[in-house]
């Protein structure tokens, strides 16, 4: 059966900069929990951030892949500098999909960790623009396909591939 890495917030655990969860209450979620599928995992948390924490962001909205490239920070509201939490978090949860043999991953849109489609544009005010987190980039660029909350009938659809593909290996 395959795993799938998820947001540890979406699964009501208050791990958010703010000390709260994101908790989703999404129905392939609770499929996915009740077969036991899921690996809760928050790569800041992992990162060595604590909570509560100050918000982080993305300066300029560059990217994620930016950041693992060492040409972007990732900058809390007081200006100090968290990179280094970041990408060590993403590396943890590249560690965990490792082991479990994830292929797939559902994290939380609009995080500097998380984001699928959008992060924030590092002016701490609110303005999301296109591009994704530290830690999903690093996911992608391993090869994991990672989707956002709002997108899980696309990512069910995905997982009935790859489990397709699997079974059709397998014989």
């Not at 809760?40 to 924490?53: A, N, T």
């Not at 900058?75 to 500098?81: H, I, K, N, P, V």
Request: with cysteine; proline share 4%; charged share 25%.
């Amino acid at each position: 059966m395959e795993k799938i890495l998820v947001s540890a917030c979406l699964m009501g655990r208050r791990v958010r900069y703010d000390g709260g969860a994101k908790t989703s209450s999404d129905a392939w979620l609770a499929r996915w929990r009740e077969e036991g599928r899921l690996v809760p995992f928050c790569p800041e948390v992992s990162g060595g951030l604590p909570v509560p924490r100050l918000a982080a962001e993305i300066e300029g909205g560059a990217g994620g892949a930016a950041v693992l490239s060492g040409a972007a920070r990732v900058l809390a509201t007081d200006g100090s500098d968290v990179t280094a939490e970041f990408v060590a978090g993403a590396q943890g949860a590249l560690a965990v999909a490792r082991a479990h043999g994830i292929r797939m991953a559902v994290l939380k849109e609009g995080s500097p960790s998380c984001g699928a489609l959008s992060i924030y544009d590092g002016s701490f005010e609110g303005r999301r623009v296109a591009g994704q987190g530290v830690t999903t980039s690093l996911l992608e660029l391993n090869g994991i396909r990672v989707f956002d909350e709002a997108r899980l009938p696309e990512a069910a659809e995905h997982l009935r591939t790859v489990e397709a593909h699997s079974r059709t290996l397998e014989t």
